[in-house]
C-alpha cells in the first residue's frame, strides 16, 4: 500500500493495518502522540481498531510539554 505519511510518501508492504501496526513499525515511541488520518483526528483507545488503507493521509505528531 502506499500512504502519505507526514508528508512524504511511504509504501508498505501490506494491503491494510491499525494505526497501532502502524505506530509499531515506524517505531513511534512517544508518549503523547496525536494522529490524524485524512485530516480525522483518531484517538488513543481505537488505535487498535482504526485502520490505515491504500491513498490515506496520515499525520502523525508527538507533543511536547515543558516549562
Known sequence: MEITL???IEIIDRQTLT???LLDYKTFTFKLL?????GDF???ENYEGREVHD????M???L????
Not at 496525536?34 to 485524512?38: F, S, T
Not at 491513498?55 to 496520515?58: F, K
Not at 511536547?64 to 516549562?67: A, D, F, K, R, Y
Open 55 to 58: 491513498g490515506d493521509d496520515v
Open 42 to 44: 483518531v484517538k488513543k
Open 64 to 67: 511536547i510539554s515543558g516549562g
Open 60 to 62: 502523525v505528531l508527538h
Open 34 to 38: 496525536v494522529v490524524k488520518i485524512n
Open 19 to 21: 494505526v497501532k501496526e
Open 6 to 8: 507526514n508528508n512524504r
